[in-house]
């Protein structure tokens, strides 16, 4: 165990469309580790990270990179490559989770309810005739479903559709995103977001963080505008429910493989039963964040929370 504050380097920022959310929670995730008397630098992702990690080698590399360049696992395959510990999931469960296809069939295997789905590249999409496959997943899904990129973050490229005429619109807006999209039944419920830590002390899942989108879509906009969202912290959920999702959660953070911190987003349905969505790796730390919230809810000061979570790393 280290002796002495650690040196943590924050990265942040990036060439991704959220480059300025990872900035930010960066600026944040640097002021509360400050805050618990560790010493942080804040290093962007391009080509002189490597150079100033080999010549000024931290303890331990935080990555808040959101989109390709933060979460498919390339960076992180860098970092276990120079042997460098970090705070997160490691480069193999982190593909894992990018790909929201085979995140979803690890989860269906392992006994949690997830919707029903079918994946659809761009070249089949075109080559089998789009009629054809509309036709088909009319008839097999029927409406609404939510269209997604199979790769992606921050539902960006999502849509949610109740027509044919919406679903080839759909399809080609995720195909601007990702050569790969999932046609997922639409579960109607409430959407929570749970937060999974790692603790000196243990695994733990934070209180479930309700959103109700007023505009009744959960998208990029009404994720960071101000305003476009309501949330509750923790969820309007009976104790019984409540609890299945955070257990639930855990349950999905394990068999996904993932390490440290992750969000894990479900539907609870009319029977109160979790769907799960989608695994994060990289969630964001703003102030509005759903792991803020969360954080809030449980009582725990996010200085010390990411401090344990900067100990686990050097002791894992």
């Not at 959101?66 to 390339?74: F, K, L, R, V």
């Not at 960076?75 to 705070?87: F, K, Q, R, T």
């Not at 789009?130 to 609404?144: D, K, T």
């Not at 977001?193 to 695994?203: I, K, S």
Request: hydrophobic share 45%; proline share 5%; glycine share 10%.
């Amino acid at each position: 165990m280290t002796t002495t504050a650690p040196r943590v380097a924050v990265l942040a920022g990036g060439i991704s469309h959220e480059r300025e959310i990872s900035l930010t929670s960066g600026r944040l995730l640097a002021e509360a580790l400050v805050r618990h008397g560790l010493t942080v630098d804040i290093r962007d992702s391009d080509a002189n990270l490597v150079p100033s990690l080999v010549s000024d080698r931290p303890d331990v590399v935080w990555p808040v990179l959101h989109g390709t360049s933060g979460e498919d696992g390339s960076l992180l395959g860098v970092l276990e490559a120079l042997g460098i510990p970090s705070v997160g999931s490691n480069a193999a469960s982190t593909r894992l989770a990018w790909d929201k296809p085979s995140a979803k069939t690890i989860i269906e295997r392992s006994g949690i309810a997830t919707p029903n789905s079918l994946v659809l590249t761009r070249d089949a999409f075109r080559e089998l005739g789009a009629e054809g496959v509309l036709g088909v997943i009319s008839n097999n899904f029927g409406f609404p479903v939510a269209v997604k990129p199979a790769r992606g973050g921050s539902a960006q490229g999502v849509s949610l559709v109740d027509s044919l005429d919406g679903l080839r619109l759909a399809l080609v807006h995720a195909y601007t995103y990702c050569d790969q999209a999932i046609i997922e039944r639409q579960i109607v419920g409430t959407e929570v977001c749970v937060t999974v830590l790692e603790t000196p002390a243990g695994r733990v899942a934070l209180p479930a963080v309700e959103i109700e989108p007023l505009s009744g879509f959960y998208g990029f906009e009404e994720r960071y505008n101000a305003g476009e969202s309501r949330f509750y912290a923790p969820a309007r959920l009976d104790v019984d429910t409540a609890t299945s999702v955070r257990d639930i959660a855990v349950a999905a953070h394990e068999a996904l493989g993932l390490g440290h911190i992750s969000r894990i987003d479900f539907i609870i349905d009319g029977n109160g039963v979790p769907w799960f969505l989608e695994a994060s790796v990289s969630p964001g730390l703003t102030e509005t964040s759903t792991v803020s919230l969360a954080l809030e809810a449980a009582g725990i000061d996010p200085a010390e929370a990411f401090a344990g979570l900067v100990q686990v790393a050097l002791d894992r």
